[in-house]
């Protein structure tokens, strides 16, 4: 079964930081890219991150870039989000997302882990 676990997200004052993390099982996971998207209240969801299967390419969206960093230990198939200078409009449930196949036998798919709220104060 394929799970993705979400933790680390929490109250902070603005201009303070959390990390992410993002366990993952039921898959191989050095196969495949793992992105990290938020959702505010009232909001779309929105891509924030991705990472290579490797780490060797990473995306960020605009109103993060500079300010959070996406990293990976394939050892422990988990994925982290480094989020320093937080900022009030970066309240949102965080959601790690991963686009995979669990065996030759299935189709892509998209799976979601069930969110970290993080939530920053002015």
């Known amino acids: 079964e394929v799970q993705l676990q979400a933790s680390g997200g929490g109250l902070v004052q603005a201009g303070g930081s959390l990390r992410l993390s993002c366990a993952a099982s039921g898959f191989t996971f050095d196969d495949y890219a793992i992105g990290w998207f938020r959702q505010a209240p009232g909001k779309e969801r929105e891509g924030v991150s991705c990472i290579s299967s490797s780490a060797g390419s990473t995306f960020y969206a605009d109103s993060v870039k500079d300010r959070f960093t996406i990293s990976r230990d394939n050892a422990k198939n988990t994925v982290y989000l480094q989020m320093n200078n937080l900022k009030p409009e970066d309240t949102a449930v965080y959601y790690c997302?991963?686009?995979?196949?669990?065996?030759?036998?299935?189709?892509?798919?998209?799976?979601w882990g069930q969110g970290t709220l993080v939530t920053v104060s002015s």
């Open positions: 997302n991963a686009y995979i196949r669990p065996t030759t036998r299935d189709i892509f798919a998209d799976y």
